[in-house]
């Protein structure tokens, strides 16, 4: 964790695993921060795409340039340190061809997809992250630790981001019409 942020985050997929999760996170609390899902969610999506070719994809030169300064990157080790102990006591490498190269790509597609459904704004629910956000956090520890069983989990968990965020704007569209007929506002077809 030395240097700059490509130092930090590290040149491989697996590496990055860790940071995903990480920044990931602090969204499973319910609580709204104010660009946070965006970042995790075009995070999410550029491991995807590294998955998805077999080589990492390159972090954007401005940001990878970018210096730490010391009390970040104690603060960082700290975390990662405490989040390793913790996540390590609770996986361990089982059903490991969920976790090999072919499914690389079913790998890349979940990340992909939790990472959309994490980036797409839902109006007024502030819980919206926390699947995604789940979801990602399992992904990337399966794939870390090669822990298949908790690969399933997030894939399942993905699926529920995915139509969680769905339904929301589905539900969101329903309740705009009605309310527009109501106003006595509607469109005429």
Not at 57 to 75: F, G, I, Q, T
Not at 89 to 98: E, K, T
């Amino acid at each position: 964790m030395n240097g700059t942020m490509a130092d930090a985050v590290g040149q491989s997929n697996r590496q990055r695993m860790v940071w995903l999760s990480l920044l990931a996170m602090p969204l499973l609390v319910p609580v709204a921060l104010p660009g946070m899902a965006s970042v995790v969610g075009a995070f999410s999506i550029l491991i995807a795409f590294g998955l998805l070719s077999g080589q990492p994809v390159p972090l954007p030169a401005w940001l990878a340039r970018r210096e730490m300064n010391d009390r970040a990157r104690m603060l960082l080790e700290r975390m990662t340190s405490r989040v390793i102990q913790v996540i390590a006591r609770w996986g361990r490498p089982r059903m490991l061809r969920l976790s090999d190269k072919p499914a690389r790509v079913v790998n890349g597609l979940m990340l992909c997809a939790a990472g959309l459904s994490m980036m797409v704004p839902v109006p007024i629910i502030s819980f919206d992250n926390v699947l995604p956000a789940l979801a990602i956090v399992l992904i990337s520890w399966g794939l870390r630790l090669r822990d298949g069983l908790m690969l399933v989990a997030g894939y399942l968990v993905t699926l529920a981001a995915v139509a969680s965020v769905g339904l929301l704007w589905w539900g969101g569209t329903v309740a705009a019409t009605e309310l527009l007929s109501l106003m006595g506002l509607t469109f005429s077809q």
